[in-house]
């Protein structure tokens, strides 16, 4: 066996987070070149994976076994102590399928955070007040960098003249790795049950336990293969398996495509984009049966938005520029001098410094 390439530290300016090690798995097999690995600085306890994905020096990383916003940030900003140059983050990983005709979203299907509205690809849906007239959202996510907005969207141009190229590229990876089977897609069936009908309690698979004249009927596809969806994703802490939930919150915030939990905390930090392999429809009928599939697709589909991007530019040009404020006290006087965000309603695509439900002050003045 060949030795590994080693490179610098400073060569690497593309993160890929994933929160299980299913997900990273996935990732780290869908590699057009793995590295060697590279010393960290003290005190960043993160597990690294080097690699190459269409020209581009990746670095791979995963959540420890804690899930949650708070790992997400803290996974982040350790790896950008090590790894100084990355400028480019894409979390990748599975989430939870919100149903709808409009969008007639399968297992194994893959969402792509974009702008929707107010909201700049991914919300926040669990920070924020309940008042008189409904739900208040506060805080705020960074917007998609336009680098990756702009690779996202001709992307899925494209796909409307010809297939995505997920299927090739897992048929490639199980060709290279014939261990990484598991990833394939699954036998049981992709079933969506009404949101009135749940599974019965203490029992196992839907396959021996749900009644399936019971489920939803569902148009056949024109092309066989895992679909890209572009649209809003919903972030919060709790997972989300329950249908009346799952539709009352996708309801208030509009146009939801899927849940997950880990992508605001990342986004109150790092401008990023997020891509979610859809492993079950958020209900009470969730199980893991289809996740390595669904972790397969979202891999698939990240290699293939980094072949849009040219790594010379992606070495080149400039990244967001991140500047999180200090939090003032609260003004005792009437007013203060320069502007405050109050950390209601920031959850959208403009752009500005980040309000994570406490105010700041961004004008002048002191």
């Known amino acids: 066996m060949a030795p590994l390439t080693q490179k610098t530290h400073d060569a690497y300016n593309v993160a890929i987070l994933c929160a299980l090690d299913l997900e990273r798995n996935a990732?780290?097999?869908?590699?057009?070149?793995?590295?060697?690995?590279?010393?960290?600085?003290?005190?960043?306890?993160?597990?690294?994976?080097?690699?190459?994905?269409?020209?581009?020096n990746?670095?791979?990383?995963?959540l420890p076994s804690q899930q949650g916003k708070g790992a997400a940030a803290t996974v982040a900003t350790n790896m950008s102590r090590s790894f100084p140059s990355i400028k480019w983050r894409l979390f990748v990983g599975i989430g939870g399928g919100v149903p709808s005709d409009k969008h007639g979203?399968?297992?194994?299907?893959?969402?792509?955070?974009?702008?929707?509205?107010?909201?700049?690809?991914?919300?926040?849906?669990?920070?924020?007040?309940?008042?008189?007239?409904?739900?208040?959202?506060?805080?705020?996510?960074?917007?998609?960098?336009?680098?990756?907005?702009?690779?996202?969207?001709?992307?899925?141009?494209?796909?409307?003249?010809?297939?995505?190229?997920?299927?090739?590229?897992?048929?490639?990876?199980?060709?290279?790795?014939?261990?990484?089977?598991?990833y394939k897609q699954p036998l049981e069936p992709d079933i969506l049950f009404p949101a009135n009908v749940p599974h019965p309690d203490g029992a196992r698979a839907c396959t021996s336990s749900c009644d399936p004249s019971q489920a939803v009927a569902r148009p056949m596809r024109q092309f066989d293969g895992p679909e890209i969806h572009y649209g809003l994703i919903a972030s919060g802490d709790a997972v989300i398996k329950n249908a009346?939930?799952?539709?009352?919150?996708?309801?208030?915030?509009?146009?939801?495509?899927?849940?997950?939990?880990?992508?605001?905390?990342?986004?109150?930090?790092?401008?990023?984009?997020?891509?979610?392999?859809?492993?079950?429809?958020?209900?009470s009928h969730k199980n893991k049966n289809w996740q390595n599939y669904a972790a397969g697709t979202a891999a698939a589909c990240a290699k293939e938005l980094l072949s849009y991007i040219d790594p010379e530019v992606a070495a080149t040009e400039l990244a967001p520029e991140v500047v999180v404020p200090e939090p003032i006290p609260t003004p005792k006087k009437e007013g203060p001098s320069g502007n405050v965000f109050n950390g209601q309603g920031l959850q959208n695509v403009g752009s500005g410094t980040v309000s994570i439900g406490r105010d700041f002050r961004i004008g002048g003045g002191r």
Not at 108 to 136: C, I, K, W
């Open 244 to 283: 009346t939930a799952r539709d009352e919150i996708a309801e208030r915030l509009g146009d939801v495509l899927c849940f997950e939990m880990e992508a605001a905390g990342l986004m109150t930090e790092y401008p990023s984009i997020v891509i979610r392999g859809i492993s079950d429809y958020a209900d």
């Open 58 to 62: 990746v670095v791979l990383a995963c």
């Open 27 to 56: 990732v780290r097999y869908m590699l057009d070149e793995e590295h060697q690995r590279l010393p960290t600085q003290p005190g960043d306890s993160n597990s690294y994976t080097l690699g190459e994905l269409h020209g581009h």
């Open 105 to 182: 979203i399968r297992l194994g299907d893959v969402v792509v955070s974009m702008p929707e509205g107010e909201h700049a690809g991914v919300v926040q849906y669990d920070l924020g007040r309940a008042t008189n007239s409904g739900f208040e959202l506060k805080g705020f996510l960074w917007p998609l960098p336009a680098l990756l907005r702009n690779a996202a969207q001709d992307m899925r141009s494209d796909h409307l003249g010809r297939d995505n190229k997920i299927e090739e590229y897992m048929d490639t990876m199980f060709t290279k790795w014939p261990r990484m089977t598991s």
